[in-house]
């Protein structure tokens, strides 16, 4: 299924020889470990040295933007060459950008995505390399959203998808999965057993984790490069939001990096992890000016489940993300997590615990006096993820009372 029309636009004024079909150049992914680069056919999860690999994204140039395309494949240009060749499309479109007056704030809603959650940008550009190189079958881990999204992308692109849970995890996570035709796979203990097993299981499949790919963090920085067009071409002072793995602030660094690259904006925006308390790993490492985080006891645990990581695979990454930026990373309770969905909520917008955590931490910072100097005039706050994807937890939070006594 792909996007009805898209092959057919004529070439743009100023596209280059790579701009039609994506990629860039013939080695576009490296390995920060050691350097080798890997072509566009040449599909692993991971160097052969073990190191990660990154997909090198060329300088944004808005003459190569898809003048009838909306969301991800509008940047084609600057997306991997196998991925754009074989595009996958169920209308991971641009999401909204607004304003909300009550909340005095600009919030992009990305929880408004096919799946439910952010996570679709990167699944759409995951899956259609996998489709294009043909592979027919994957494996990966996860707790939630990214397992979400990998099944509706895998479902729409004929790949059968086994995914690797926690055994104790919340049926309601998973149940999005199941219905859309994955194999679920409980491991018990915790969340990193679950990554060992996929692992084990990628000798006979392959490894898509949303962690490791550097396909799907290239999909992810597509939406750095909506938000700067739906500003009319120009950077926010700052961007919030929620950090587990570092998923989001990775994928704006990209996005915000080629278009500083393209000369399109003159400096980044300040990028702002926000994280649960009880995971908090990259704070404490930024707060220490370590270059790598420290795995973080899991403690008590988070009602923000997507970001409950004790250690972020491309931590040093993320890290160097955010000096780059001079942002920062901070930390919220649970308490403030819920506050800011309910408030979200009651403005209209219905997002799951974890999707408020980039809003939780504006409140945070803007304080009492609903100012901050360090986010400056124009922040814009990512709702990550759709609170129907919560259950009831948002509504007995509201009302614990609400539901019929005994039912
Ligand atoms: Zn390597």
Redesign the pocket.
């Known amino acids: 299924m792909t996007n009805a029309g898209f092959a057919d636009l004529p070439g743009q004024p100023g596209a280059g020889p790579d701009a039609a079909d994506g990629g860039s150049g013939p080695m576009p992914y490296v390995?920060q470990?050691?350097?080798?680069g890997y072509g566009d056919a040449d599909l692993r999860w991971r160097?052969?040295?073990?190191?990660i690999l990154d997909f090198r994204m060329p300088a944004a140039r808005v003459a190569d933007f898809r003048p009838a395309a909306s969301g991800v494949w509008r940047y084609a240009s600057l997306l991997p060459r196998a991925a754009v060749a074989a595009r996958i499309s169920i209308g991971e479109h641009a999401t909204p950008l607004v304003l909300s007056e009550r909340l005095g704030v600009l919030l992009k809603l990305d929880h408004l995505m096919p799946s439910g959650s952010y996570k679709d940008r990167g699944a759409a550009v995951l899956a259609s390399r996998l489709s294009g190189l043909g592979v027919r079958e994957i494996v990966l881990d996860s707790s939630g959203n990214a397992g979400a999204a990998m099944s509706t992308y895998c479902a729409a692109a004929g790949i059968a998808a086994t995914v690797f849970v926690p055994a104790g995890n919340s049926p309601m996570k998973l149940a999005q999965s199941v219905a859309l035709g994955a194999r679920l796979r409980p491991v018990p203990g915790p969340r990193r057993a679950a990554t060992e097993a996929a692992r084990e299981a990628a000798a006979d499949s392959f490894y898509a984790s949303h962690n490791w790919s550097p396909d799907f963090g290239a999909g992810l920085a597509t939406l750095a490069l909506e938000i700067w067009e739906q500003l009319g071409g120009r950077a926010p002072s700052a961007v919030l939001a929620p950090c587990g793995n570092g998923g989001i602030v990775l994928g704006l660094a990209t996005g915000f990096d080629a278009l500083l690259r393209g000369g399109l904006i003159e400096r980044l925006p300040r990028l702002v992890a926000v994280q649960s308390a009880a995971f908090g790993s990259v704070a404490d490492a930024l707060a220490r000016g370590l270059d790598q985080p420290e795995r973080l006891s899991a403690g008590a645990g988070t009602i923000a489940e997507g970001i409950a990581c004790e250690l972020p695979v491309r931590g040093a990454q993320v890290l160097a993300a955010i000096r780059a930026s001079d942002g920062a990373a901070i930390t919220v309770t649970d308490r403030e997590i819920t506050d800011a969905a309910l408030a979200l909520a009651a403005s209209g917008f219905y997002a799951e615990p974890t999707g408020a955590v980039g809003y939780a931490g504006l409140r945070a910072l803007r304080g009492k006096d609903g100012t901050s100097a360090l986010l400056g005039e124009s922040p814009v706050v990512i709702i990550s993820g759709s609170g129907l994807k919560s259950g009831r937890a948002l509504a007995d939070l509201r009302d614990p009372s609400w539901w019929p006594a005994g039912s």
């Open positions: 390995c470990s050691c350097g080798a160097c052969d040295c073990g190191g």
